[in-house]
């Protein structure tokens, strides 16, 4: 038996089998040649590009024409043979590039898999192999690595630079295969523009992709007034088209969302449509971040971590660094708790007037009966009714404007049932001990009315174009925290969506919402309070563009935010998440389902509006002060 397996080593069947094959190739073709006369004069072969036998420079292999090549309008099989020398350099993520024969387009690809295959009919399934491996480790020379693609476009290069279009050909057999190693050509296959907002590096499995040595960087689009002509650029800003960036606790989310935060605040400006009667005026962005662990007024610091050669690579790539020097803190004041330390900051309130606007957000309850919701209505109406100036029917109250307390004291006074207000809107017994019991609670007294600072008005502050205001709520727990945050919210949210006796401080500001722990907010309601603010989040993402409003969501459970919100978000951004988590979201990727639950930090996958999703790599160091 020795003796048999030595004459199956001796020998190398494969490059012996290999020419004996060709030859019998050539035989043949020579043969049909020979005998269609006429006809090969009449259906000439059309030639096709050539695999190099030494690769030419990024050339990797050849399409495969041992297997169906097939492109249609919903999927496609195109395979494509790695050399023996190049199987080091391909990996799946990489992207390729496939010549036509007319020399002007090429099919552009992702490497979507890799798979080896037996070279011969002696695989690893028979007992002959099983004694060969015994006594010699097998190369991997007798295995053909076969990289299988995923077209993603056709990339044209006419007179006015590359372009790019549908995949609507098939490439040809043994057309060579590149890997995509040009700024320009990778750049136009992804539909990546080349400014906005610096969201990371392109990457392939973790490592930056480099081209001519130098890290290619990828930008998410935001055209605004051209700082040069005045003239307003084409494209929609992806900032008002609402931002997510999802991921696990010590996945780097926060670290990156400064990152992000910081190129936003760059000091381009922006259209505002102010009306018919005045002519469009020109805005910085104005940027809001509700924070909930107080990490986000660090961004006003600068970077702990960057060295005079980072900055200096930074401004090559225009990539804006440290502080913020337009931030502001403004921590909300709120009876039995302790602010927590910014530095530098000053308190607002939550005035109880606010509630005039809206009253549901007295109403943090599960939806309950229509008659004790609109006796709550009517309790708040006739309340705020006492400090209009035509008011002739409720007894003018001793305070000069509308509070907490206040109203308390006259839901007291109408605590009879003789009272006017129980009787004009019918009011009973047990309905009005539904009331009394919903809208009289000990954070009601906590939250509104604490201070001398309503933000209602300090807007001009709290939302100035070119400024970051923080909200900090780490101080805060529960319906505390709920109730400040929802009130601003509404507010922001009210006065950009509606026309009428609006806050021209929010109306006529671009403003980017960012809500840290956003599933708190946004999830699919469960209360009344916030059905109210989910349906108005739900209006104010389907208008951004219109009404200069964006959204970014910041949390690690993704799937708990609204489905209607998500649908209108068209900027992801996923770091490292659980694989449970990564199935209920309908919005990641589909080629990276199994990837990101094994992503490291600051590892993400993007997907921008009309760009295709790819892996990025964000910087390794904070571009701000980051103490976590």
């Known amino acids: 038996m020795t003796d048999d ?6 020998n ?7 020419a004996t094959d060709q030859q019998e190739r050539d035989s043949n073709t020579q043969s ?9 004069d009449t259906i000439p072969e059309e030639s096709v590009p ?12 050849h399409v495969l024409a041992s297997e169906e090549i097939r492109v249609t309008r919903s999927e496609y099989n195109v395979n494509a043979f790695v050399t023996t020398g190049q199987r080091d350099e391909v990996r799946v993520g990489d992207y390729v590039q496939i010549p036509y024969p007319d020399g002007s387009d090429e099919l552009f690809a992702v490497v979507d898999g890799l798979r080896y295959e037996p070279y011969t009919e002696l695989d690893d399934k028979s007992d002959t192999h099983n004694q060969i491996s015994k006594h010699r ?16 476009a056709v990339v044209r290069d006419n007179d006015d630079g590359l372009e790019r279009g549908i995949v609507n050909r098939i490439p040809k057999p043994n057309t060579p ?16 523009p080349h400014e906005g907002i610096f969201a990371g590096y392109l990457s392939v499995g973790g490592d930056v992709m480099k081209i001519d040595g130098e890290e290619f960087p990828y930008y998410i689009t935001n055209p605004g007034i051209d700082p040069q002509t005045g003239e307003e650029e084409d494209g929609e800003p992806a900032i008002f088209r609402h931002t997510l960036v999802a991921g696990s606790t010590g996945a780097g989310k926060t670290h990156y969302t400064k990152n992000l935060l910081r190129q936003y605040v760059d000091g381009k400006r922006y259209p505002v449509d102010v009306g018919q009667d005045e002519d469009d005026q020109r805005s910085r962005l104005g940027v809001v971040v509700f924070d909930p662990e107080n990490e986000y007024w660090q961004m006003r610091d600068d970077s702990n971590d960057l060295t005079d050669e980072d900055r200096r690579k930074l401004r090559q790539q225009e990539i804006e660094y440290d502080g913020v020097d337009d931030l502001e803190v403004f921590i909300p004041e709120v009876d039995n708790t302790r602010p927590p330390q910014t530095g530098e900051s000053q308190s607002l309130t939550i005035p109880f007037s606010v509630v005039k606007r809206e009253p549901r957000l007295l109403m943090p309850f599960e939806q309950g009966s229509d008659i004790t919701r609109g006796a709550i209505r009517s309790c708040i109406e006739a309340y705020f009714a006492c400090f209009d100036e035509e008011n002739n029917r409720w007894p003018t109250r001793g305070v ?3 509070r907490y307390d206040d109203f308390v004291e006259f839901i007291d006074e109408h605590d009879h049932s003789e009272s006017q207000l129980r009787e004009a809107n019918e009011i009973g017994d047990g309905t009005w001990s539904a009331v009394r019991r919903r809208v009289i609670k000990r954070e009601y007294f906590d939250v509104f009315d604490t201070g001398i600072n309503p933000f209602t008005e300090i807007t001009d502050q709290l939302f100035r174009e070119g400024r970051v205001s923080v909200i900090p709520t780490s101080h805060l727990r529960g319906e505390r925290e709920y109730l400040v945050v929802l009130s601003i919210l509404a507010y922001i949210i009210e006065n950009k969506i509606d026309d009428f006796e609006v806050d021209h401080a929010v109306k006529r500001t671009p403003l980017l ?10 999830s699919s309601p469960d209360n009344i309070r916030e059905a109210y603010i989910v349906g108005r989040a739900r209006e104010a993402v389907k208008q951004g563009r219109k009404d200069q409003l964006g959204l970014m969501m910041i949390t690690q459970n993704p799937e708990d935010i609204d489905g209607d919100i998500l649908k209108q978000t068209n900027t992801n951004v996923f770091l490292h998440l659980r694989e449970e988590v990564v199935e209920d979201v309908a919005s990641v990727p589909r080629g990276y389902k199994r990837d990101i639950p094994k992503f490291g930090k600051g590892q993400a996958v993007i997907k921008a509006p009309d760009v295709e999703a790819v892996e990025v790599k964000g910087l390794p160091d904070c571009l701000t002060r980051h103490d976590n």
């Open 513 to 522: 919402v960012a809500v840290d722990e956003a599933h708190n907010y946004f």
């Open 177 to 192: 295969v590149s890997l995509s190693r040009e700024d320009e050509y990778l750049r136009t296959g992804l539909n990546i």
């Open 12 to 18: 190398d069947p494969f490059a012996e089998e290999e």
């Open 5 to 10: 397996i030595d004459d199956v080593l001796d």
């Open 50 to 61: 050539s695999s190099s036998v030494e690769p030419g420079e990024g050339e990797v292999g």
């Open 400 to 402: 000069e404007s509308p």
């Open 137 to 152: 480790q097998l190369d991997e020379s007798e295995f053909v690595l076969v990289a299988e693609l995923e077209p993603i």
């Open 32 to 40: 049909e040649s020979e005998g269609t006369g006429e006809q090969a």
